[in-house]
């Protein structure tokens, strides 16, 4: 039991390795576009998202906007685009 202990250490790394193959890497929103519906400068209009660009660990991945919206943040594997 008390070598048991010294591989303890093994279960974060595995745990980060198994969380990267089974959703990628975290990227976060960088830059998007959307249609204003004439108010650019307004917070508070309505707007629809066409595209959202995301920056992240493994590299900038720009994809279409899902049903009108961006997340703030989106998993992404390595070498794919979606």
């Known amino acids: 039991m008390r070598y048991a202990a010294l591989f303890l250490w093994l279960v974060v790394p595995i745990g980060v390795w198994s969380a990267y193959v ?3 890497t975290p990227h976060a929103i960088w830059e ?3 249609r204003d519906n004439g108010d650019p400068y307004n917070p508070l209009a309505q707007r629809w998202y066409t595209s959202c660009t995301f ?11 899902e049903a ?6 989106r998993f ?6 979606q």
């Open 22 to 24: 089974a959703w990628g």
């Open 32 to 34: 998007y576009q959307f």
């Open 55 to 65: 920056i992240g660990w493994t590299g900038v991945v720009s994809v279409s906007a």
């Open 68 to 73: 009108g919206h961006c997340p703030w943040v």
């Open 76 to 81: 992404f594997k390595f070498g794919t685009s």
